[in-house]
T-cell receptor, first 113, second 114 residues
Framework: GQQVMQIPQYQHVQEGEDFTTYCNSSTTLSNIQWYKQRPGGHPVFLIQLVKSGEVKKQKRLTFQFGEAKKNSSLHITATQTTDVGTYFCAGPNGTSGTYKYIFGTGTRLKVLA | DSGVTQTPKHLITATGQRVTLRCSPRSGDLSVYWYQQSLDQGLQFLIQYYNGEERAKGNILERFSAQQFPDLHSELNLSSLELGDSALYFC?????????????FGSGTRLTVV
């Protein structure tokens, strides 16, 4: 079945350092979504990428969808303590009308002040 | 407040018991999704309902069942509970069943089986 893997599993950075998490799918994706889950919280939708090679920015966060639409990345510039949490990518699985999103394994980010 | 309401927030029960988790989707959303998150694990898709009908199924155990009611709220029933069922159960909702725009998650129900 479809698998969505993320690396690294954990990342500790000093505040102000950059951070990148990578997402790889075993199958080509029509789109990919990214979520953030704060410690003790629930996943919150960040963004969706649809086009091959697409790059989107949200302030210090840069999201990229690979040319082959099988991988994606999230890069955070100059991390802050508010960036702490687990970042998940999610790819759709199924046919139209029966979609469900398969979540990646997640990358847990800790930011040291 | 995300607009998706899950009750109860916490549940402690014994092995072999049965529990019901409830979810009210965000106003206007027709789809409800259930996910299981075990300790330090990712989100495992269980089942999806759209406007009262089951639309997609994941690795949901036969001991688990769900339904979506005419008012669009959903319930997840877990029976013959085992220690390994202890987890955080999230409900999410979206407007349609093919979702561009992301899911809105509730705050979850933490189930502890003792």
């Amino acid at each position: 079945g479809q698998q969505v893997m993320q690396i690294p599993q954990y990342q500790h950075v000093q505040e102000g350092e950059d951070f990148t998490t990578y997402c790889n799918s075993s199958t080509t994706l029509s789109n990919i979504q990214w979520y953030k889950q704060r410690p003790g919280g629930h996943p919150v939708f960040l963004i969706q990428l649809v086009k091959s090679g697409e790059v989107k920015k949200q302030k210090r966060l840069t999201f990229q969808f690979g040319e082959a639409k099988k991988n994606s990345s999230l890069h955070i510039t100059a991390t802050q303590t508010t960036d702490v949490g687990t970042y998940f990518c999610a790819g759709p699985n199924g046919t139209s009308g029966t979609y469900k999103y398969i979540f990646g394994t997640g990358t847990r980010l800790k930011v040291l002040a | 407040d995300s607009g998706v309401t899950q009750t109860p927030k916490h549940l402690i029960t014994a092995t072999g018991q049965r529990v019901t988790l409830r979810c009210s989707p965000r106003s206007g959303d027709l789809s409800v999704y259930w996910y299981q998150q075990s300790l330090d694990q990712g989100l495992q898709f269980l089942i999806q309902y759209y406007n009262g009908e089951e639309r997609a199924k994941g690795n949901i155990l036969e001991r688990f069942s769900a339904q979506q009611f005419p008012d669009l709220h959903s319930e997840l029933n877990l029976s013959s509970l085992e220690l390994g069922d202890s987890a955080l159960y999230f409900c999410a909702s979206s407007v349609y069943s093919d979702e561009f725009g992301g899911y809105t998650f509730g705050s979850g129900t933490r189930l502890t089986v003792v």
